[in-house]
């Protein structure tokens, strides 16, 4: 009796030894797995990708400052101003506009119809650099050459970026000038103001604009090497 | 007595050389397994010592324990309650129980 237990007792020993090997084997498998370094490994990454981040800055904030030579620098201001790459400040014009806050009459039941879309905004600023504005930017986003003004759902997108009304368009140039070129009868405040848009026009002596705050890239134009002749 | 150690050793090696692995999902399980294994060797120790030692049921004892215990974590995992715990407790507790009986035996031999 004694003697067949310590067999039984043996042969399951057997099974409990292969037990414990796997067992081993798991928890180290545990130990080195992903799921128990993930967070260590994540932390590193991101103390890492941190200092790039703060090294780029820098980098960019170097390249950013003006050559030493003067007539240079000029030209690299002028061009900047130009690109939209320097805040500015001057006369000009301050446009709030926003959708009709009166409840719908019975004979106007589109809503559609007294939305600022795209194209009234488009047109004030057509209005605005015919008559000479100088630097326009709305909701403080700059305008560049590459700036949209596009109906995006709800929104109307500029710089990529989605506003939903009010907007308020800043525009630097002669402030007299400016306001008259959208005030003209038949022109366009008078035709949105006809759907019920509300436009307000504040003339001002300090106008201030912000730099673009994007970023250039150009993955298809390239300078002619022929100078364009 | 020198048998079960034996036994043990060959299992270390077979388990050692064989290409098993188990998933870390089911390390949990597994651990539940091990203990009830244990307990169940342990428990056979004792009776081998106290001198009444049944093949049956310490075989039976042995299989079911294991898959009992490993079976009732799972279901304890399904319903939210977490039996891991209560299953490490009470096998935890009676391999000491029994370790300490074993070692009385042989104390009082």
């Keep these: ?229 | 007595m020198f048998l079960p150690i034996i036994g043990l050793m060959i299992g270390l090696l077979i388990g050692k050389f064989l290409p098993i692995s188990m998933p870390i999902e089911y390390a949990k399980y597994m651990s539940v397994a091990l203990l009830a294994s244990l307990d169940s060797v342990f428990g056979g120790l004792r009776a081998g010592s106290e001198g009444k030692f049944d093949n049956l049921v310490f075989m039976t004892g042995f299989f079911t324990n294991a898959f009992m215990a490993a079976g009732l974590v799972y279901i304890g995992e399904r319903i939210g309650i977490d039996l891991y715990y209560v299953a490490l407790l009470t096998f935890g507790l009676r391999v000491f129980q029994n370790l300490a009986i074993i070692r009385h035996y042989f104390l009082k031999r």
């Design chain 1, 1 to 229: 009796m004694h003697k067949q237990g310590q067999f039984s007792i043996s042969v399951v020993c057997i099974i409990l030894g292969i037990m414990l090997a796997i067992q081993f084997r798991t928890t180290q498998d545990i130990r080195s797995s992903a799921q128990y370094e993930r967070a260590d490994d994540l932390m590193k990454r991101i103390m890492q990708v941190e200092k790039e981040r703060t090294a780029l800055e820098d980098q960019v904030h170097d390249l950013r400052q003006p050559p030493g030579d003067d007539a240079a620098a000029k030209d690299l201001e002028r061009i900047k101003i130009g690109a939209g790459l320097v805040p500015l400040q001057g006369t000009g014009i301050i446009i709030t506009i926003d959708n009709t806050k009166q409840a719908l009459s019975p004979s106007n039941k589109n809503p559609n119809l007294s939305q600022i879309r795209d194209e009234d905004i488009l047109k004030i600023l057509n209005e605005l650099r015919a008559a000479g504005a100088e630097a326009i930017a709305i909701n403080n986003q700059r305008l560049i050459a590459t700036s949209e003004v596009r109906t995006a759902g709800s929104f109307i997108s500029i710089n990529n970026k989605n506003f939903a009304t009010p907007f308020e368009i800043k525009a630097i140039g002669d402030p007299v000038a400016l306001e008259n070129a959208l005030k003209i009868r038949g022109g366009i405040i008078e035709t949105i103001q006809f759907w019920g848009i509300q436009v307000v026009i504040k003339q001002s002596t300090v106008v201030e604009l912000p730099a673009f705050k994007g970023t250039f890239r150009f993955q298809y134009a390239h300078p002619d090497q022929n100078g364009g002749k």
